[in-house]
Structure formats: structure tokens, C-alpha cells
């Protein structure tokens, strides 16, 4: 009965639960609290990489064709849409950057955001998407938003240094104009 109840509570309901164990208990906070730091401590550069590459790559050209143009709130150019879309792709890996950075886990935001731009990257530089065609200098703005982002936050010199280093590597055609943000 126990297990089946773990298996169909919501994730919203799992949270207030843990919640309320954390407040009653601080043997069960710090359990909590370790448990949650295994998991995310746990990031794969490549597979953040490729998650991004396929949520960029995966837009719709048709989506971008049936969101643009006139409509009730006014002219929507393709081009703008674009960016919209593109943004609205990249945010949920945007905002897990700044939350490991909130969290004050340094490295796990150098390594996830060194993921989210290389899959930018290699969007930019692999993808046949047709899409691309209408976002032109998106993925390039949507990179540097980022690394402006996690350099505003960074203050550790080690991690800048990695992540030039990294960008170096992994993102060649961009590393001169990525190191001057």
C-alpha cells in the first residue's frame, strides 16, 4: 500500500511532503538535504549538450509560420517569433543554470551551462533544420545572453579560466568574440 502511494503522488504533493518531514525532524532536513545534493551534483555535460541541441533542433518551421503574422494583438514578423520560440526553448536550461548558481554549487553551474551552450553550438553548426533559416543570429545571441549570465555570477578565476578554455575547445568558431562578453 506505502509503495503505491509513493508511486502516484504528484511532485507538487512528493515537495509538501518532504517539507513537512524536513520541519519536523533536522535528522530528516540533513538527509534530505544530502540526498538532494546528490542528485544534483550528478550533471552530464554531454547529455545537457545533446537535450539542448534536439529542443533547438525539434522546432517546428510550421509552428514558427502558424505563430507569426497578424493576429488579435497585432503583426508578429517570423523573425521575431524566432526568437521567441528559440528563447522560449533555452529558458528552462537558463534558469537551471541560475539555480545552481543560487544554490551556491559553482561547478555544477560551469558544467551545465558549459553544456547548454555547447548543444547552442552545435545547433548552429550541425543542424538542417529549416527553422535556422528565419533565426539567423538568434542562437549566437541566445549563447552570449548565457555566458554574460554565469560570467555576472562567476567570480571564481578557476572557473572563468576553464570555461575559456573549455569554449576554446568546443565552441572554436566563437571563442574570440564569447571571451570578450
Keep these: 500500500m506505502k509503495n503505491k502511494i509513493l508511486k502516484k503522488i504528484s511532485g507538487e504533493e512528493a515537495l509538501e511532503i518532504?517539507?513537512?518531514l524536513s520541519e519536523k525532524d533536522s535528522k530528516i532536513a540533513k538527509l534530505?538535504?544530502?540526498?538532494a545534493e546528490q542528485i544534483l551534483e550528478n550533471i552530464n555535460l554531454?547529455?545537457?549538450c545533446e537535450d539542448v541541441f534536439l529542443a533547438l533542433d525539434g522546432i517546428d518551421v510550421k509552428e514558427l509560420w502558424d505563430r507569426s503574422g497578424h493576429s488579435r494583438y497585432g503583426y508578429s514578423s517570423p523573425e521575431d517569433m524566432a526568437v521567441e520560440m528559440m528563447e522560449e526553448e533555452l529558458d528552462p536550461y537558463?534558469?537551471?543554470v541560475i539555480k545552481y548558481l543560487e544554490l551556491g554549487m559553482a561547478k555544477e553551474a560551469k558544467l551545465?551551462?558549459?553544456g547548454v551552450l555547447k548543444g547552442i553550438y552545435q545547433y548552429v553548426q550541425e543542424s538542417k533544420s529549416e527553422f535556422k533559416d528565419w533565426a539567423k543570429d538568434v542562437p549566437e545571441e541566445c549563447f552570449g545572453?548565457?555566458?554574460k549570465e554565469w560570467k555576472k555570477r562567476t567570480k571564481n578565476?578557476?572557473?572563468?579560466?576553464?570555461m575559456?578554455?573549455?569554449l576554446k575547445k568546443e565552441c572554436s568558431n566563437w571563442v574570440e568574440w564569447a571571451q570578450n562578453i
Design 18 to 20: 518532504l517539507i513537512r
Design 32 to 35: 534530505i538535504k544530502k540526498e
Design 46 to 48: 554531454e547529455e545537457i
Design 94 to 96: 537558463n534558469t537551471e
Design 112 to 114: 551545465y551551462c558549459m
Design 145 to 147: 545572453y548565457l555566458l
Design 157 to 162: 578565476r578557476n572557473d572563468l579560466n576553464e
Design 164 to 166: 575559456n578554455i573549455f
